[in-house]
């Protein structure tokens, strides 16, 4: 007798994505430090982007990237409600390009490396002009941009795997 599990719903894969996500964001300061390592790198809150793309539908994947930024300064007050906003901005805008340009194009891994790359100009785009008028101060470009290319490569191979064909 073979065991057979219902297929999850849309509604139970967003519960159990936007949970992983807020726990991904709680505990992401806890495991950088105990690894020692910058685990910031991989981009964690627009992985959770990636899998709402993959594994629920638009509402829930706009949610994550209004939220999660902000939810991350309420637990943490890290990052700043400055750059949180413009991480939501990012990863918000992000989506909706994705969404935009895979209905429009036939290549779905050019949607995902076109819309990570704008969502990315845009950050930096806000992120000096914050920092050119004071709002924030650090530098522009702290993760360096050879991981921040591996990274967007490997999402967006992700997204073109595994995001299922438009019937």
Same mark, same amino acid.
């Given at each position: ?29 806890? *495991?950088?430090?105990?690894?020692? *390592? ?18 629920? %539908?638009?509402? %829930? ?12 300064? *309420? ?8 750059? $949180?906003?413009?991480? $939501? $901005?990012?990863?918000?805008? %992000? ?21 990570? $790359? ?50």
């Amino acid at each position: 007798m073979e065991l057979v599990l219902p297929k999850p719903t849309l509604i139970t894969r967003s519960i159990l994505l936007n949970a992983l996500g807020l726990a991904l964001v709680y505990f992401m300061p806890a *495991l950088s430090h105990m690894t020692a *390592l910058p685990l910031y790198y991989a981009e964690p809150m627009r992985l959770m982007i990636v899998l709402g793309l993959v594994y629920t %539908n638009r509402a %829930n994947t706009l949610l994550l990237g209004l939220t999660l930024p902000i939810f991350s300064f *309420l637990i943490s007050s890290h990052p700043s409600i400055a750059k $949180a906003s413009l991480i $939501a $901005a990012e990863l918000t805008a %992000n989506a909706v390009l994705f969404y935009y340009w895979s209905g429009r194009m036939k290549s779905v891994l050019a949607s995902a490396l076109i819309s990570i $790359a704008v969502s990315k100009i845009l950050y930096y785009s806000l992120k000096s002009l914050m920092l050119s008028t004071g709002v924030m101060s650090g530098e522009l470009i702290a993760t360096p941009l050879a991981i921040q290319v591996v990274v967007t490569l490997l999402l967006s191979l992700f997204i073109w795997k595994f995001l299922p064909a438009k019937k």
